[in-house]
């Protein structure tokens, strides 16, 4: 049986209530809706940096709803890459990585060798992106959230960003949800679409 | 008073060197205790409900009356308390009106400044990243040691130096709880009234003179370090 994940995000968000029921497996899962819908505060349920007032989030028939962040199998690239600014790239993605041999596998797979030594402060956008895209695959997770990674980017970066996020979620089969305002994004990675709004689904 | 006679005869003694080492031995060990504990207080506390309440307790001492401090360290670790009891057989030296009980003291007085100080470091590092550190696997106190403590460093150096300063500076509690023993707890501070309650003004003015020049330089260096901090 393939892997899915299976959620039911009830939380509050600063009096904002979220109740969104949904199931991914294998491929792209698009979250689309406008800022403030909530779509970012299901994300951060999944991995556990919210908690759920009530509901569920299960994986491959394991309940992770009550485990911490850590524990979860999650790989979150966040809209402001949020790199560790003190540092440097390859140890960015040596940071969750289970040995070193991985990091460097991730450095080398995303052509990241030649910044190995730089701080993120001196990275251009795509280029923190791509360390935070290969930093949270190097700890070889079974879901990939991906929460607006491509909104600050230009549009050459973000379609070379988009079409080697495509070939890695096939490549490693990873359960993806991608978060999105830009229908676009979503289309490039030929994903299912999920409409949010008002912290609810709708079709 | 043997050394009081001997004091008197000189324009300078040994006193204001003697009791200025003291001050920065017991400076340095206050620091290091309050610091490992602010940093304790801060790793169980941070972003955690309830943190705006035990900070507000340990920050009482900042503006108590320096005898109200003295008074509940002589109750909690006087010759008669339990703490004092224990620790007296357990070393056979007594906590108070001695170089530990000047350090506890001087600790007291420095760990507000210290919490206070680290704790705006700490809670100024931006949470996007702690959360970044615990879906790559780091447990709470890992993201916090890893990612929070360096990024804070600046502030957290800050901090010391500014309860090194204050514990440098402190005359009540001191007092209170160490006495002012000449070359076993007296201080600096306590060397300067010493001083001028015995007339040898020489010896105030330079324990005065020197104590000024070090508070200026351990302030500056606390605005140096939190310029580069926001600077980063």
Do not use: C
Request: glycine share 8%; aromatic share 6%; proline share 4%.
């Amino acid at each position: 049986m393939p892997a899915e994940l299976n959620v039911h995000v009830v939380t509050k968000v600063d009096d904002f209530s979220i109740d969104v029921q949904l199931k991914a497996s294998v491929g792209v899962t698009v979250l689309f809706g406008p800022s403030g819908s909530g779509k970012s505060s299901v994300l951060r349920a999944i991995a556990g940096l919210i908690p759920l007032k009530s509901g569920h989030v299960r994986f491959d028939g394991h309940d992770w709803s009550r485990l911490p962040p850590e524990q979860r199998e999650v790989g979150y690239v966040f809209q402001n890459a949020a790199l560790f600014p003190h540092l440097s790239v390859e140890d960015n993605i040596a940071f969750g990585a289970p040995t070193w041999e991985d990091a460097r596998r991730w450095l080398e797979r995303l052509q990241l060798k030649p910044l190995a030594n730089r701080k993120p402060a001196s990275l251009s956008g795509g280029e923190a992106q791509r360390v935070a895209l290969a930093r949270a695959l190097a700890r070889k997770p079974r879901v990939l959230l991906l929460d607006e990674p491509f909104s600050s980017l230009d549009d050459s970066m973000r379609e070379r960003l988009l079409e080697e996020v495509k070939t890695l979620v096939v490549a490693e089969a990873l359960v993806t949800l991608l978060v999105t305002h830009d229908r676009h994004e979503g289309e490039a990675l030929g994903g299912r679409f999920l409409n949010i709004f008002g912290g609810r689904l709708h079709d | 008073m043997q050394w009081r006679a001997t004091t008197r005869r000189s324009n300078f003694t040994h006193v204001p060197v003697d009791s200025l080492l003291l001050s920065l031995q017991v400076g340095l060990f206050a620091a290091s205790v309050a610091g490992a504990l602010a940093l304790g207080v801060i790793a169980l506390t941070h972003k955690r409900k309830g943190a705006t309440f035990v900070d507000a307790v340990l920050t009482a001492p900042l503006v108590l009356p320096p005898t109200v401090l003295g008074y509940y360290l002589l109750t909690a670790l006087g010759r008669r308390s339990v703490i004092g009891v224990a620790f007296e057989s357990l070393t056979g030296s007594s906590l108070v009106f001695t170089k530990t009980g000047a350090v506890i003291a001087a600790s007291v007085t420095a760990f507000p400044l210290i919490l206070q100080t680290a704790r705006a470091a700490v809670d100024a590092v931006d949470s996007t990243l702690l959360d970044a550190a615990r879906t790559l696997g780091a447990t709470r106190m890992q993201a916090l040691r890893r990612v929070a403590l360096p990024l804070a460093s600046r502030g957290l150096a800050a901090g010391l130096l500014l309860g090194f300063a204050r514990a440098l500076g402190d005359f009540g509690v001191t007092l209170m709880v160490a006495g002012n023993i000449p070359g076993e707890t007296q201080t600096a501070a306590l060397a300067l009234y010493d001083a001028m309650l015995s007339g040898r003004e020489r010896d105030a003015a330079a324990l005065a003179v020197t104590l000024t020049l070090l508070a200026v330089g351990l302030i500056a260096g606390v605005q140096w370090l939190g310029r580069r901090h926001h600077a980063r």
